[in-house]
């Protein structure tokens, strides 16, 4: 016998209302539904009392977008992050400094003073290394380009000819033409010799920093044993 049409609405409404009572019974979360016993509700009247499963759509769609801003922010922090470390990253390139020169371009022996005058600036000719262009070859003049703290070394040698002469091998490290350091062999002893300075220095940008010889004092090479070199170990404030 075939049923009436209206038996099929009247089936549909019938399980409606089961699926309503059986989500009424349950609260959904990210770990699926979870049984709650039924309490008293305080907004009583409000979408959540009424339609369980739409309010749970809704919390959902809250917490999806409470995660969507934590990681926009999120996001934003790296970002910002990220600039700091490139541009910290570009001070560290553009702020590397290291020259290493030989005061002569050849290897024929060939002496350097002596002069009459004192503080004669020594000019190093021959660059093994000028990275940043801050030693002058023309003046014999570093100009500190980043203030930090720099390694700096002077190696004199001289000959004085022949034993018995007097070897005068002398050079001072100035900074802004005052002396910083030393280096000096006088003796009739010894036909050559050698000396050599090395510090660590904090300097300023705009620092001026020479090899310089004093009055009756030489420096003599033939196979690039006269050398000032320096470079940045880190930049201060």
Same mark, same amino acid.
């Given at each position: 016998m075939k049923l009436p049409s209206f038996s099929v609405g009247m089936r549909a409404l019938v399980l409606l209302c089961l699926l309503n009572a059986a989500f009424a019974q349950n609260e959904y979360s990210w770990n699926g539904p979870v049984r709650i016993a039924p309490d008293p509700d305080p907004n009583a009247g409000s979408a959540c009392s009424t339609d369980k499963?739409?309010?749970g759509c809704? *919390?959902?769609v809250q917490e999806v977008?409470? *995660?969507?801003t934590y990681f926009n922010k999120s996001m934003t922090e790296l970002e910002k992050d990220f600039q700091k470390t490139k541009e910290s990253l570009r001070v560290v390139e553009a702020s590397r400094v290291a020259f290493s020169f030989s005061l002569f371009s050849d290897e024929n022996f060939k002496c350097y003073g002596p002069f009459s005058e004192t503080n004669?600036?020594?000019?190093?000719?021959?660059?093994f290394l000028n990275l940043g262009g801050a030693y002058n070859m023309n003046t014999g003049v570093f100009t500190v380009p980043f203030s930090g703290v720099y390694s700096l070394a002077v190696t004199i040698f001289s000959d004085a000819g022949s034993p018995g002469n007097m070897l005068a091998a002398c050079a001072n490290l100035q900074v802004n033409n005052k002396v910083m350091a030393r280096a000096k062999e006088f003796n009739t002893n010894d036909q050559e010799d050698s000396a050599t300075i090395v510090v660590a220095m904090h300097l300023k940008v705009g620092d001026m920093v020479t090899v310089t *010889?004093?009055?009756g004092c030489y420096l003599c090479d033939?196979?690039?044993?006269?050398t000032f070199s320096g470079f940045l170990l880190y930049v201060t404030e």
């Open positions: 499963f739409s309010c809704c *919390l959902m977008n409470r *995660l969507k004669k600036v020594v000019i190093y000719k021959n660059a *010889l004093s009055s033939e196979s690039y044993y006269n």
